[in-house]
């Protein structure tokens, strides 16, 4: 009995740190198109102040995600368990004291608001919500990630919220377009789809899938690529009024943003896939490529002005104001 005690995993600090995905933080990278946007329609000197502006919200914004990732994991042990392999993550395997757990979780929320504060109001209330959507994601009776669409748009929010970090970084008292943020939103639901499309392959069992994910009790191969093509499609709709109203140069890079999109699907098909872990995308050499050149192809479009491009692109048809002009001056006077 007593080697039986001796043999039950006990909590460690390296387990502890690492249900905080200090790895994860890659994903932050989602808060610097926001940066690049504000400069690009509002330029203005690009030094010391706003790097350090733009290091101080990257540390808040690791820390929220951080204390939205030590969440997840307490609350998804028992449903890791059954995973093939997410049952050999901390939680499930023992390795975290669960009181500690919870108490890290409260207090990297409060070290991430606290960073938050000294950028301004604005960016620390989108820290907030960073949080508070990974309490709505994670904590019962809503958990939405347990709902089918609802947990892939619930998750993928956090883009447009860290694109809006980067955005009031830059410019804390402008508002973001609209059409922007929702073409993030699309995009990050398309990435999460193909994330959920790509599990639910590897598990294999449509039972299994259900045990480990509620969601899958729902979803099918099919629903879920019907939904990865509805993502990928109101995305593009979104990013082209956005281009149209506000940076017309972008749209010499829609191959770009289609190839991202395309070569990452293919990724999902493979075995043990990368899309399934984010973090671990670095290993795919195609993908990493495009991303790279369609990264560099947008930030230099949001700058470099073609002055050609508003006569190219006029309308030549009659528009609807101008529709109604032409009606107003013929119209029969009384």
């Not at 939205?68 to 975290?96: C, I, M, Q, W």
């Not at 700058?303 to 030549?316: C, H, Q």
Request: with cysteine.
């Amino acid at each position: 009995m007593m080697q039986a005690e001796s043999a039950r995993p006990r909590p460690t600090l390296a387990a502890h740190l690492q249900i905080a995905r200090f790895d994860h933080w890659v994903k932050n990278v989602f808060v610097l198109p926001g940066v690049v946007v504000a400069l690009g329609l509002d330029p203005r000197p690009v030094g010391g102040p706003l790097l350090a502006r733009l290091a101080l919200g990257l540390l808040a914004t690791g820390f929220v995600a951080s204390s939205n990732y030590v969440l997840n994991e307490l609350l998804d042990g028992r449903f890791d368990a059954l995973h093939p392999t997410k049952r050999d993550r901390p939680v499930p395997s023992g390795r975290v004291s669960i009181p500690l757990a919870y108490a890290q979780w409260l207090l990297m929320m409060v070290i991430g608001l606290a960073l938050a504060s000294r950028i301004g109001l604005s960016f620390t209330l989108t820290m907030a919500w960073l949080w508070v959507m990974g309490c709505i994601y994670n904590i019962p009776p809503v958990r939405s990630k347990d709902l089918p669409y609802v947990d892939v748009l619930s998750e993928a929010i956090n883009n447009p919220i860290r694109m809006l970090a980067g955005w009031f970084i830059v410019a804390p008292n402008a508002v973001a377009p609209a059409s922007l943020l929702l073409s993030y939103w699309m995009v990050g639901c398309y990435f999460m789809a193909i994330k959920r499309f790509s599990e639910y392959r590897m598990i294999g069992s449509a039972e299994r899938a259900s045990s480990y994910r509620k969601s899958f009790a729902y979803y099918d191969e099919r629903k879920l690529l019907v939904s990865i093509t509805f993502y990928a499609s109101a995305a593009m709709l979104f990013l082209g009024a956005f281009i149209m109203r506000y940076r017309l140069e972008l749209i010499f890079s829609f191959p770009f943003v289609a190839l991202v999109m395309a070569v990452y699907l293919s990724v999902s098909f493979k075995p043990d896939s990368a899309a399934q872990a984010p973090e671990k995308l670095y290993r795919e050499p195609n993908l990493m490529a495009s991303v790279v050149v369609c990264a560099v192809v947008m930030t230099v479009l949001c700058f470099v002005s073609i002055p050609s491009l508003p006569r190219i692109f006029a309308p030549t048809a009659p528009t609807k104001d101008e529709t109604k002009s032409v009606e107003a001056h013929v119209a029969p006077r009384g």
